[in-house]
C-alpha cells in the first residue's frame, strides 16, 4: 500500500514525553522558566478580546512577528545570556554587537525551526552530492537528509568534541555541496568562535548555502548573524524553543539575505503558506519586545550549568565545557545507559544516546536551582 519512497523514512525519536507528571524532566532542552507575563497577557487578551480572529486564517507573512524578531536580534547582538538589560529591552554586549540593522525582510519564519530546516534542505541541498555536516550533531540532519534524498557526509569531531573546521571545509571544497552544522553543536555542548566560521565561509563554496543553525547561541556561543553582511550565502537558523522559553509554540526562524528569504518563502508557499498560527504569532511578538526578561533567565542557566559542572567534576564525572543549556557528560566504570537509569529511578529524566562513540555519554538539560540540586544528589552516589 506504501509509496515507494516510504522506505527511505527514519524517523526522528524526540526524548521522552511522559504523560505523568512524576518525573522532573531534564531530557529535551527545554527551558525550565515559562514565558514573559505581558506573552500570558498578549495571549489572553487575543483570545478573549477578539475571539473571531481565531475563525480567520492569521497573517501569512507573520510582518508583524519579524519585525519583533528583528528589533530584538538587534538590541540582544542575538546572544541573550551577554546582552546588558535595563529593564524590558536590551542593548548588546560590545563584542556582540551587529555592523548592520537586521531587518524583516531577513528573517523568515516556520512552525518550530525543525520545519524551518526542513525547507531549508529542499531549497538548497541536492541529491547528486554529499552535504558536509558533524559526525555527531542535531539527529534532524540524517532525518531529512533521508526524507529528501540528500547524501550526507558526515566529517569526525576532534578529540575534544569540536568542530573539525579544516576536515570539514576541505570535505565541502570537494563535495562541491554545501554544510550545515549547529554551532554551538549538540549533544556536545561545545561551539566555535565566529572567526572561525569566518574562516570556513572564506573557504568553502559561496555559491552553496553554508547554514549554522544557532539554536543554542544564546547561553553562551558567538552569533554568526555579522558576518551576514560579508557572506550572502550563509543562512542562520534560530529557535524559541531554548531561550525564548517556547518549545510548546513552536516556532524557529531564519536570519538571511533577503533574496535567501525569498527561497524558503517560495517553498513554503508550496506546501503550507500559513505556517504559523494566530496565536503563536501573538505569543512571539511578545516574547521578543520582552528581551530583558529572556536574558535573565539565560543568564540563570548559564550560572546553574557552571555550578553544576563543576560540582559533578568533583564527583568524578568527566563534563565537556559547555556553551548551551545542557552539559554532555560521562564517569568512567559506568556505562551511559547504566546511569541514565539510577537518574531515573530517583525521578529524573535524562537523555542517552546509544549511538555508537557516544554511549558512554548522557546529556543533561539545565533547569532550575532546585531541580539541579535534587539531580545533583542523584548523581552523587553513582
Ligand atoms: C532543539 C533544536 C532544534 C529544534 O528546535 P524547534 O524550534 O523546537 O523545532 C533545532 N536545532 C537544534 C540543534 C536543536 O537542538
Known amino acids: 500500500m506504501n509509496s515507494k519512497r516510504m522506505q527511505n523514512l527514519h524517523p526522528y525519536v524526540p526524548g521522552e514525553q511522559p504523560k505523568d507528571r512524576k518525573y522532573i524532566k531534564l531530557n529535551a532542552n527545554e527551558n525550565p522558566y515559562p514565558p514573559c507575563p505581558e506573552v500570558i497577557s498578549a495571549v489572553t487578551g487575543f483570545v478573549s478580546g477578539s475571539p473571531e480572529k481565531l ?6 507573512d507573520s510582518l508583524a512577528l519579524h519585525e519583533a524578531i528583528a528589533g530584538m536580534l538587534n538590541r540582544t547582538g542575538g546572544v541573550l545570556c551577554r546582552a546588558v538589560s535595563g529593564g524590558k529591552q536590551c542593548r548588546p554586549a560590545d563584542e556582540d554587537k551587529i555592523p548592520f540593522t537586521v531587518t524583516p525582510d531577513m528573517i523568515y519564519s516556520g512552525n518550530g525551526s525543525d520545519e524551518v530546516l526542513s525547507f531549508v534542505f529542499y531549497a538548497f541541498f541536492d541529491s547528486d552530492c554529499r552535504l558536509v555536516v558533524p559526525e555527531f550533531s542535531y539527529s534532524f540532519y540524517p532525518v531529512y537528509g533521508g526524507f529528501y534524498n540528500i547524501p550526507l557526509d558526515p566529517v569526525k569531531l576532534n578529540r575534544d568534541w569540536t568542530l573539525d573546521t579544516a576536515e570539514m571545509t576541505a570535505h565541502e571544497k570537494r563535495n562541491r555541496s554545501g554544510i550545515i552544522f549547529a554551532n554551538p553543536n549538540a549533544p556536545t555542548g561545545r561551539g566555535i568562535s565566529r572567526s572561525q566560521v569566518r574562516e570556513m565561509l572564506l573557504n568553502t563554496h559561496s555559491d552553496k548555502v553554508f547554514v549554522v ?48 528569504v525569498r527561497t524558503v518563502t517560495t517553498v513554503k508557499n508550496s506546501l503550507n503558506h500559513f505556517p504559523i498560527d494566530a496565536v503563536a504569532q501573538v505569543a512571539g511578538t511578545a ?54 537509569t539510577r537518574i531515573k529511578e530517583q525521578g529524573i529524566l535524562v537523555r542517552h544516546f546509544a549511538t555508537k562513540g557516544i554511549e558512554e555519554y548522557l546529556r543533561i538539560t539545565i533547569g532550575t536551582e532546585e531541580q539541579m540540586q535534587k539531580l545533583s544528589s542523584a548523581m552523587e552516589c553513582i
Open 213 to 260: 543553525d544557532e539554536a543554542y547561541v544564546d547561553f553562551g556561543g558567538e552569533s554568526c548573524i555579522p558576518l551576514l553582511a560579508e557572506f550572502p550565502n550563509l543562512l542562520i537558523v534560530r529557535t524559541f524553543s531554548k531561550s525564548l522559553c517556547s518549545a510548546g509554540m513552536r516556532l524557529g526562524y531564519i536570519v538571511a539575505s533577503p533574496e535567501l
Open 55 to 60: 475563525g480567520l486564517y492569521p497573517d501569512p
Open 287 to 340: 516574547a521578543c519586545s520582552n528581551d530583558g526578561y529572556y536574558a535573565d533567565c539565560a543568564r540563570k542557566i548559564v550560572s546553574e550549568r557552571e555550578k553544576f559542572s563543576t560540582f559533578l567534576t568533583h564527583h568524578g564525572w568527566n563534563v565537556i565545557p559547555s556553551q548551551t543549556n545542557f552539559v554532555f557528560v560521562k564517569k568512567n566504570g559506568i556505562r551511559g545507559d547504566e546511569a541514565y
